[in-house]
């Protein structure tokens, strides 16, 4: 396809940009907008024409009504992205995390670094890589073992983490009912 007679497409442009611009600016509410739009509208004519160049005044109207939608939606999109946005940093702005609840995020740290520490340096390594993100081709690279055995290595150490927990739980316990605790509560105990 070659370039198309620029006679015809002005004669189109002269007879139809007045409609599809009001058309647009009755859409879009927004004149600027509307001229950009009717623009675009016409470079698509050029660009693309339709099979038939007889009648492209529906053609240039349902290209127009298009766009117009298209850029509405656009918006509606970018406005709601927005919002969200504006909601999610209000809320980190304002849910700084009360004393308390810091306190017990720390202590569950510091548990779970005691339930580390109890395992064998191999399996801590292990456990403290995959968390971390490495693949089980990196945690065989680094721990200088073979591919297959990883996945044995890291379900091994997680049982192991798991009964340390449980044994923390059940000596807590043990620690929290007996008299020289005073029924205290677990977090008095830490």
């Known amino acids: 396809m070659g370039i198309p007679e620029s006679k015809r497409y002005k004669q189109i442009f002269y007879d139809y940009y007045p409609g599809v611009l009001r058309k647009l600016a009755a859409l879009l509410r927004d004149e600027a907008l509307a001229e950009d739009l009717a623009q675009e509208t016409f470079l698509k004519l050029y660009r693309q024409p339709p099979d038939n160049l007889d009648a492209p005044g529906a053609w240039l109207h349902r290209v127009a009504t298009r766009l117009a939608y298209d850029h509405m939606d656009k918006a509606a999109r970018d406005r709601r992205l927005t919002e969200k946005q504006e909601r999610e940093l209000a809320a980190s702005v304002g849910a ?95």
Do not use: F, N
């Open 96 to 190: 700084s995390p009360s004393g308390e609840a810091e306190l017990m995020r720390r202590l569950d740290q510091e548990e779970v670094r005691q339930w580390l520490d109890g395992l064998p340096e191999r399996d801590r390594k292990a456990l403290l890589l995959r968390y971390s993100g490495y693949s089980y081709a990196e945690i065989a690279a680094e721990l200088s073992l073979r591919p297959p055995l990883v996945g044995t290595m890291l379900a091994r150490a997680t049982d192991k983490l798991r009964r340390c927990a449980e044994q923390a739980e059940t000596d807590g316990r043990r620690l929290e009912a007996s008299p020289e605790a005073g029924y205290r509560s677990r977090l008095e105990l830490h």
